[in-house]
């Protein structure tokens, strides 16, 4: 049984936002969040999912699931310092991705870790969309069973 995992795509208007805001350092906004880099594999009956925000503070970072949607928001805010800057390359501001899971994942146990300005979700495939036994009765004898 094939467990899926899918990126919610957006419009093409907010991706080629991100791609400017990347391009051209500019920060985020609620309205139009920065860029969110993160990969995501299945490792055995676990999916991955590492999400890089370097210099965020763990305080500011915002996990929500409704339903089979996870929704990812943190915040780098702007310096508060008055110097001129030389350099203006990481995006600051709001920071904001939404993965939807397929049906066959286990919302109710996802785990989040941030440990050097990495987010990592570990989100467990669902135990009814796992291959099971079925015992087949013969006779009144239980003793053949065949893959679900």
């Given at each position: 049984m094939e467990v899926k995992m899918m990126l919610m795509r957006t419009d093409p208007?907010?991706?080629?936002?991100?791609?400017?805001q990347q391009m051209?350092?500019?920060?985020?906004?609620?309205?139009?969040?920065?860029?969110?880099?993160?990969?995501?594999?299945?490792?055995?009956?676990t999916f991955q999912v590492?999400?890089?925000?370097p210099?965020?503070?763990?305080d500011s970072i915002d996990?929500?699931?409704?339903?089979?949607?996870?929704?990812?928001?943190?915040?780098?805010?702007?310096?508060?310092?008055?110097?001129?800057?030389?350099?203006?390359?990481?995006?600051r501001g709001v920071f904001s991705r939404q993965l939807i899971?397929?049906?066959?994942?286990?919302t109710d146990r996802i785990t989040a870790n941030?440990?050097?300005g990495v987010l990592t979700l570990q989100i467990p495939v669902a135990e009814q969309a796992k291959p099971r036994k079925i015992a087949i009765t013969h006779d009144g004898d239980d003793r053949h069973a065949i893959n679900a």
């Open positions: 208007f907010r991706d080629l936002d991100r791609l400017t051209f350092g500019t920060d985020g906004t609620t309205a139009r969040p920065s860029v969110m880099p993160m990969d995501a594999w299945r490792d055995g009956d590492e999400f890089d925000l210099g965020v503070d763990p996990l929500d699931v409704e339903r089979n949607v996870i929704t990812v928001k943190a915040e780098r805010p702007a310096r508060a310092s008055d110097a001129e800057l030389i350099a203006a390359e990481r995006p899971l397929g049906d066959n994942l286990d941030y440990d050097t």
